[in-house]
């Protein structure tokens, strides 16, 4: 009878976690809220709670997706269907772990506006540079990558660019640059808005080779998108790795048209958070 009476009063919980969630839109909150029912005697309900968490960090754009997904997996084999489905999560996001990143400059942060991030070619491209440190010792570059959102889903190329000594109205010099077939993976998360159909995508090219000494750098990875939208997503440094993590408001923008601009000066009206200063890009490298 207490058993009985433990699970209608998690089931309770359940229902008012999710009203907190999907109605009051409170997801810091509702993940409190789930995790106290995650200890359920109920299996069942434990396990929709684990989901619902791991949902929540999907639209917050959180990689702890990944270790609550894990978690369901080895915790809850007997919940067949929910352990298939964390599974089949893993394996799309797992790719967005920083593994051997070098540098990432951070997640997306809604409320502030991305900037134009693509490349048509020579004549026509708007580029975002974010700058990056390679500590003592070197780095060897073997992928890079950018998180943008984007109204296409067929990506398959990408320029990338390395460059040193940028600034506004001064577009230095180039290190090492490439076009190559890239891999598009939706990032976790809804669009932009409920309204606008763009969808966050890591725009990732693979199978490069470049030795770095230490110093700073810049990088740009824009996706050949043709005529379709692409906004590189603005950060404020979460999740970030190495050096910068993505809060010296450094970035660059340029265009064949009106040069290099600091990103600040380019972005125009801010959003309800504020004006980028800094956008997600990302180096991986070869381990030493």
């Known amino acids: 009878m207490a058993a009985q009476s433990g699970a209608s009063q998690d089931k309770a919980a359940l229902q008012a976690a999710s009203h907190t969630e999907l109605v009051n839109g409170d997801l810091e909150l509702a993940i409190q809220q789930y995790e106290a029912i995650a200890g359920s005697q109920d299996r069942a309900i434990a396990v929709q709670a ?69 490349f048509t070619s020579a004549k026509e491209y708007s580029r975002v540079y974010d700058d990056f440190i390679v500590p003592e010792g070197g780095w060897t570059v073997v992928a890079v990558y950018s998180d943008n959102h984007m109204n296409f889903d067929n990506v398959s190329k990408a320029a990338w660019e390395i460059r040193k000594d940028m600034a506004p109205g001064h577009d230095g010099k180039g290190v090492a640059a490439g076009t190559g077939r890239a891999t598009q993976t939706r990032m976790p998360g809804p669009g932009r808005s409920q309204n606008d159909g763009l969808v966050g995508y890591r725009i990732q090219v693979n199978g490069i080779r470049v030795r770095l000494a230490p110093g700073r750098y810049l990088l740009n990875v824009a996706p050949y998108v043709g005529q379709h939208m692409s906004y590189i997503d603005s950060t404020l440094g979460k999740n970030a790795f190495g050096d910068p993590p993505g809060n010296n408001g450094l970035a660059l923008f340029f265009t064949p048209n009106e040069g290099v601009r600091a990103a600040e000066e380019a972005a125009g009206r801010p959003g309800q958070f504020g004006i980028a200063h800094d956008f997600s890009q990302g180096v991986i490298i070869a381990p030493r």
């Open 50 to 118: 684990l989901q619902r968490i791991a949902a929540c960090y999907e639209k917050m754009r959180d990689r702890r997706a990944v270790d609550v997904y894990e978690r369901i997996v080895a915790q809850f084999p007997d919940q067949k269907m929910a352990a298939r489905d964390a599974a089949k999560q893993l394996s799309a996001l797992k790719p967005l772990n920083p593994g051997s990143t070098g540098w990432y400059n951070g997640d997306w942060q809604a409320g502030i506006p991305g900037l134009s991030n693509r």
